[in-house]
């Protein structure tokens, strides 16, 4: 199996007002309006529907999928009638960019313009939630911008988030990539660690890139289950995965398995990035979504190649400043439960 989801450059809610003139490209224009509706999963078949038994079948739109798509609200677009807006822009694609004069982008997954607006949609409620959390506003922002994305342009089953060019870019092959949420917030969370890094970019020593898989892990699960929870929220990416593992549930990681630091590292970073998943999907259960997603984000700015006791103690320290004595002890004693303090 290829390196899933991080091939990393070396190697691997608050809405900001868009624009509502109308905007012409190539020939097209749109009506000028931000807002419109998209169809997508929420946040994949598998994990909605709790069915281990769908496949890809070659992109095929079969009658056990149909339940999976949801009709959502689309925010935030520039009003040219392409999936481009505040905080997310659907750059380049395998095939036609999806566009609509009246922002009404309705398809599935036989269309390749079905994982372009699940990207934009995933993407843009990302950072509404970070938004939603306080940051750029109370708190410094985090990847508080248009965040380009390729779909399709891989001619192979992987994804990557590229800190040097700081674009998203997903793969096909099995099921692609940009059909399952869960890979779209991975590579997302990769690209918020590089926006809080000064100069960009996160990650250089082996355990900082294993820090940076578990923590793309963890944003993966932690959005999906606010915007839309399933039963097995630990599971990352039950769709993407079933093209590439025999056993169920089909996952391609966890973020609740039971590792140990330092005894439990060998040096494959998405193994590693367990160790460090774990630790968050814990101080989450302690202290709820909004205020551990807030403490684990404000904990990562300025600690661009960080050992995992480095982050940790970053972490529990803005914990204690955010919330107090109290919220600190919780993060403490979820990263003492995985060795990590």
């Not at 940051?135 to 390729?150: A, H, I, W």
């Not at 700015?301 to 109290?326: R, V």
């Amino acid at each position: 199996m290829s390196l899933r989801f991080a091939a990393r450059a070396a190697l691997c809610a608050l809405a900001v007002s868009a624009v509502v003139v109308p905007v012409a490209l190539g020939g097209k224009t749109g009506n000028g309006s931000s807002t419109g509706t998209g169809t997508v999963f929420l946040p994949n078949p598998v994990a909605e529907l709790q069915n281990q038994s769908l496949t890809d079948q070659k992109d095929a739109d079969y009658a056990a999928l149909q339940p999976a798509y949801h009709n959502v609200t689309l925010t935030n677009l520039d009003g040219g009638g392409f999936l481009r807006g505040d905080w997310a822009n659907v750059r380049s694609s395998t095939g036609d960019l999806a566009f609509s004069p009246t922002n009404t982008f309705l398809y599935h997954r036989h269309d390749d313009r079905f994982e372009q607006v699940m990207a934009y949609y995933w993407v843009t409620e990302a950072q509404k939630y970070i938004q939603g959390l306080g940051f750029g506003s109370t708190l410094r922002p985090v990847n508080k911008e248009s965040q380009d994305v390729r779909i399709n342009q891989l001619g192979y089953d992987n994804s990557f988030s590229w800190d040097k060019k700081d674009y998203l870019r997903f793969g096909k092959g099995g099921v692609d990539d940009a059909e399952d949420a869960e890979v779209i917030l991975h590579e997302y969370g990769h690209s918020i660690q590089d926006s809080q890094q000064t100069p960009f970019g996160f990650g250089f020593s082996n355990e900082a890139r294993s820090i940076g898989e578990g923590f793309a892990d963890y944003w993966a699960v932690t959005v999906s289950d606010v915007i839309a929870p399933t039963p097995d929220e630990p599971c990352v990416a039950d769709w993407d995965s079933v093209s590439y593992t025999s056993t169920v549930p089909h996952c391609l990681r966890r973020v609740d398995l039971d590792l140990h630091y330092p005894q439990d590292l060998d040096g494959r970073v998405h193994h590693d990035g367990q160790i460090w998943s774990r630790a968050l999907w814990d101080i989450r259960q302690a202290l709820g979504h909004v205020k551990a997603d807030t403490i684990i984000l404000e904990g990562q700015f300025d600690m661009p190649d960080p050992t995992m006791p480095q982050l940790a103690a970053s972490t529990e320290a803005a914990a204690q400043q955010l919330y107090g004595l109290a919220a600190a002890a919780a993060v403490h004693a979820a990263f003492h439960a995985r060795g990590i303090l």
